[in-house]
Nanobody, 126 residues
Framework: VQLQASGGGVVQAGGSLTLSCSAS????????IGWFRQAPGKEREFVAA????????DYAAPVKGRFTISRDNDKNMVHLQMNRLRPDDTAVYYC????????????????????WGQGTLVTVSS
């Protein structure tokens, strides 16, 4: 499975940015997708996840209410809409995927995912 994250950039605090993750067509519809981020000098941490059908989502506490994850299975895309960005949101953002059965729980740990994209840098200036 190949994943491609895009949409990173520089934004002022309080602004918005949308990240996108594209995946190979054959597996996308069978995969839960997660977003993680890694700030300089810190461990990679969970941000959000969405089930293969799009019916279930999960968010880390620091982004709940500000970020929205969605997917378009017809276009093999997952989006992460990020609003009210803060300087501590600055990080490299990675999308990850794992093929699962329809009722599989959403994962929030790195080991819950088998495939990773290359990351896209988000910088939030104060």
């Amino acid at each position: 499975v190949q994943l491609q994250a895009s949409g990173g950039g520089v934004v002022q605090a309080g602004g918005s940015l949308t990240l996108s993750c594209s995946a190979s067509r054959r597996t996308f519809g069978r995969a839960n997708i997660g977003w993680f981020r890694q700030a300089p000098g810190k461990e990679r941490e969970f941000v959000a996840a969405i089930s293969r059908s799009g019916s279930r989502t999960d968010y880390a506490a620091p982004v709940k209410g500000r970020f929205t994850i969605s997917r378009d299975n017809d276009k093999n895309m997952v989006h992460l809409q990020m609003n009210r960005l803060r300087p501590d949101d600055t990080a490299v953002y990675y999308c990850a995927a794992k093929e699962v059965i329809l009722t599989a729980p959403l994962g929030s740990h790195r080991d819950d995912y088998a495939y990773w994209g290359q990351g896209t840098l988000v910088t939030v200036s104060s």
